[in-house]
C-alpha cells in the first residue's frame, strides 16, 4: 500500500532562514507527488505537484521541491522563509489515475522573528 | 485552476441530527469527488471516494451509514452525517478531479461541530 512520511511534526526556522521539509513516500511506481499547505482552519492550498519530466519542479511563493527517484523523496525547499509562510504542510501522494490521494502527517512550520 | 466550492463553511448541530455537506465543481465536472475528514492537528483521512452515479467506496472503518455519499450529478457530491454525535466534530474536506486532470481540487473544508 501506499504510504507518505513527514519524519518532522514541527519545524521552527528564523525569518529569512532557508527551509527545507522532508517527504518520503512507498509506492511500486512512480506516484502523482504534491506539496500542499494549511493555515489554521484553512482549506488546502497547492503549492506544487510532479507528474513527470524535469525533477525539480517550481511551485507558488518561492517554493521548489524535488524528487529524487532513488531516495523515493520529494523534499520542499523555500530559499528565504518570511512570517507569513507559518502554517501547516503537507505532503500527498496519488497513483497515475489520481485516486486514492494518501497525505502525510504534516509538517508544522513556526518562523521566528 | 478548476473550482471546488464546499458548503457550509461551518455548521454547528445538535446531537442526533443529521447534516449534509455539499460539494460542488464551479468549472468543470467531477467525475470523482474524494471525502476526507481531519482531527485537529492531524493529517487528512481519506473517508470515501465517490464516481459520479455510482455507489461510493468507502475506506476500512469508515461506517458507511452513518456518512452517507451521494454523487447524483457531475458537478455535485454530498456527505451527510446522519445521527451525529460530538465525536463526529471534525473538519471535513472534499476534492473532486475530472476524467481528463492527472490532479484533485480541493474544497475549502466545513468545519462541523455536534453539541
Not at chain 1, 9 to 14: A, L
Not at chain 1, 19 to 24: A, D, F, I, P, T
Not at chain 2, 51 to 75: M, R
Amino acid at each position: 500500500a501506499q504510504s507518505v512520511t513527514q519524519p518532522d511534526i514541527h519545524i521552527t526556522v528564523s525569518e529569512g532562514a532557508s527551509l527545507e521539509l522532508r517527504c518520503n513516500y512507498s509506492y511500486g511506481a512512480t506516484p502523482y507527488l504534491f506539496w500542499y499547505v494549511q493555515s489554521p482552519g484553512q482549506g488546502l492550498q497547492l503549492l506544487l505537484k510532479y507528474f513527470s519530466g524535469d525533477t525539480l519542479v517550481q511551485g507558488i511563493k518561492g517554493f521548489e521541491a524535488e524528487f529524487k527517484r532513488s531516495q523515493s523523496s520529494f523534499n520542499l525547499r523555500k530559499p528565504s522563509v518570511h512570517w507569513s509562510d507559518a502554517a501547516e504542510y503537507f505532503c500527498a501522494v496519488a497513483p497515475y489515475n489520481n485516486n486514492d490521494m494518501r497525505f502525510g502527517a504534516g509538517t508544522r512550520l513556526t518562523v521566528k522573528p | 485552476g478548476a473550482v471546488v466550492s464546499q458548503h457550509p463553511s461551518r455548521v454547528i448541530c445538535k446531537s442526533g441530527t443529521s447534516v449534509k455537506i455539499e460539494c460542488r465543481s464551479l468549472d468543470f465536472q467531477a467525475t470523482t469527488m474524494f471525502w476526507y475528514r481531519q482531527f485537529p492537528k492531524q493529517s487528512l483521512m481519506l473517508m470515501a471516494t465517490s464516481n459520479e452515479g455510482s455507489k461510493a467506496t468507502y475506506e476500512q472503518g469508515v461506517e458507511k451509514d452513518k456518512f452517507l455519499i451521494n454523487h447524483a450529478s457531475l458537478t455535485l457530491s454530498t456527505l451527510t452525517v446522519t445521527s451525529a454525535h460530538p465525536e463526529d466534530s471534525s473538519f471535513y474536506i472534499c476534492s473532486a478531479s475530472s476524467s481528463w486532470g492527472t490532479e484533485a481540487f480541493f474544497g475549502q473544508g466545513t468545519r462541523l461541530t455536534v453539541v
